[in-house]
Structure formats: structure tokens, C-alpha cells
Nanobody
Framework: QVQLVESGGGLSQAGGSLRLSCAAS????????MGWSRQGPEKQRDLVAS???????TYADSVKGRFTISRDNDKNTVYLEMNSLKPDDTGVYYC???????????WGQGTQVTVSS
């Protein structure tokens, strides 16, 4: 099992910034993918950004140029720096960990991000 503990999030005005963190512990593996997905009100959960242990990143088109994902492999922690926030960024943000050793996926409990106009 892998446990994910998320922190950060909260309330921001449009144009503001927030930073999310997610620390993985337990049966982690050196080769993995970590990322963030979000679920807005009455919307499905969609990928926001992901990063491999080697540093390869992927972003949803809606956040390119505004959000930056990074990680600290020594700490098994992934970060999401969110700038120029928009009301459409509102939602619950979930951390995800994919273990390449056995292809098992784990999810955090979610953290709320609310952006007011």
C-alpha cells in the first residue's frame, strides 16, 4: 500500500496563486508517476498534471503556462504550483501515485481549491 497525504489548497481570488503538496509513503517504488487530477462541481475527475520519477511532465491544455508540477524524489513528494488562477480551476484536487512495479494506482483524500471571481 501507498499512502498519500495532501496539503495546501484553500481559497483564492482570480489571478491569485496556490500551492499543493502531496507526500507518498509506504510501499513506494523508485519508478513511478505522480500527478494531480481535479473534479469540479458536477464534473468528472480530469487529469491536471503529472510527472514521472525522471521528470517528464504532462499538463492539461487548460492549465498550460499557469500551473507547474515538480517533485522531490528523495521526499517522495509532488508539488503543484498554481498561478493566474481562474474560477474554472475550482474543485477538489486529488493526488495520484502510479507504481510502475505493479501498475497499482493510489489516490489521496483530496483537497479543496476554490477560486472566486
Amino acid at each position: 500500500q501507498v499512502q498519500l497525504v495532501e496539503s495546501g489548497g484553500g481559497l483564492s481570488q482570480a489571478g491569485g496563486s496556490l500551492r499543493l503538496s502531496c507526500a507518498a509513503s509506504g510501499n513506494t517504488f523508485s519508478r513511478n508517476l505522480m500527478g494531480w487530477s481535479r473534479q469540479g462541481p458536477e464534473k468528472q475527475r480530469d487529469l491536471v498534471a503529472s510527472i514521472t520519477n525522471g521528470g517528464t511532465t504532462t499538463y492539461a491544455d487548460s492549465v498550460k503556462g499557469r500551473f507547474t508540477i515538480s517533485r522531490d524524489n528523495d521526499k517522495n513528494t509532488v508539488y503543484l504550483e498554481m498561478n493566474s488562477l481562474k474560477p474554472d480551476d475550482t474543485g477538489v484536487y486529488y493526488c495520484n501515485y502510479l507504481n510502475y512495479a505493479n501498475w497499482r494506482s493510489y489516490w489521496g483524500q483530496g483537497t479543496q481549491v476554490t477560486v472566486s471571481s
